[in-house]
């Protein structure tokens, strides 16, 4: 029996059941923005890092659409590892809706405060040849076949061969923690502009990444208003279109861009691309069986079972990333 209160499950899973009407989408966001920026707020309008993908260019989209052209400010905030294309397609976003906007390569404050040192000292206690011309990512393995999560590290040699090996819990965090670095600096960077502006910070995850945990708490999990979090991620590419983005930003392949090797979201994070793991989410939000799920993505039951079991285990380890300051005593004179 399914908890109450869980919607009634479909008769017919599929693609369908994430179709919206983005119009009205776009007219309730826009009026919602302007709500909030005005009562809630209290700023003058609204601060967008814009990374070149598809969620912080519908963010920005929706922010222009809400407030005008004149009262939002862009941040492209590129770095060492960040792939030419983001920043080219950053700036094509930011030209494309007319938006004031800057780059602020923060690589020199990321080498200043030991970002690429402290990642490089952990992978080098797996590769003790890995130098300044490697590359490297992380990919994660496990829970879609039932087993517990773990992750791999890759790197590449300057003439290109490719070695692989398990990481070990304190190599995983010190490479972790160091390229959190990344996202807490550019929120360092985005709260100044918004601070000289008086405008407020939007945060740029969709459903999928917000409910699973995907993002660095107190860097690109901070943000005044989050306008997509409600909205899986299919949903905001079908926004992008609407809203007639260019075309290198409507077909962009989510990416993490954090690592100097290329690499997809789901091949750090989530246990499907993200099309399937929209349509699992959404079937686990509304009690639909694992050989509902199975049917609609062609896989078989005992893998959707694994991959409803990996959504529950990640909203267990991240409900930390979504706790607000714990008080010891409660202030019932500043409650919220």
Not at 59 to 76: F, M
Not at 131 to 150: C, F, Q, T
Request: net charge neutral; with cysteine; aromatic share 8%.
């Amino acid at each position: 029996m399914n908890p109450p209160g869980t919607p009634t499950p479909p008769a017919i899973l599929d693609a369908r059941v994430l179709e919206i009407d983005a119009a009205a989408v776009v007219t309730q966001v826009r009026s919602r923005l302007r709500e909030i920026l005005a009562q809630d707020l209290s700023r003058r309008g609204l601060v967008v890092a814009i990374s070149g993908g598809i969620d912080s260019s519908v963010c920005a989209a929706l922010a222009v659409q809400a407030v005008g052209v004149q009262r939002v400010y862009g941040l492209l905030l590129p770095e060492r590892d960040s792939a030419g294309a983001s920043t080219a397609r950053g700036r094509e976003l930011a030209e494309h809706l007319g938006i004031r906007h800057e780059v602020f390569d923060i690589a020199p404050t990321l080498e200043a405060i030991g970002c690429y040192r402290w990642r490089d000292e952990a992978i080098r206690r797996i590769f003790p040849g890995y130098g300044p011309d490697w590359k490297s990512k992380i990919v994660i393995s496990g829970g879609a076949e039932g087993r517990l999560n773990h992750f791999q590290l890759v790197v590449q040699a300057p003439g290109g061969e490719m070695q692989q090996a398990r990481l070990g819990a304190p190599e995983y965090l010190q490479i972790v923690a160091a390229t959190s670095f990344k996202q807490r600096i550019r929120k360092t960077v985005e709260y100044f502009h918004a601070d000289r502006l008086n405008y407020a910070v939007v945060g740029t995850p969709n459903r999928l990444e917000y409910d699973q945990g995907f993002f660095v708490k107190n860097g690109d999990g901070s943000a005044d208003v989050k306008p997509i979090a409600h909205l899986y991620k299919s949903q905001v590419y079908a926004l992008a279109h609407h809203l007639r983005l260019p075309a290198d930003i409507c077909n962009a392949v989510p990416t993490t861009d954090t690592y100097s090797l290329a690499q997809g979201q789901d091949e750090f994070y989530f246990a499907l691309p993200y099309q399937q793991m929209d349509l699992a989410l959404w079937a686990h939000n509304h009690g639909c069986s694992p050989a509902q799920l199975a049917a609609a993505l062609g896989i078989g039951e005992e893998q959707a079972a694994y991959v409803y079991r990996d959504i529950e285990a990640k909203r267990r380890t991240t409900r930390y990333l979504h706790l607000k300051p714990v008080l010891l005593e409660p202030l019932p004179e500043l409650a919220v």
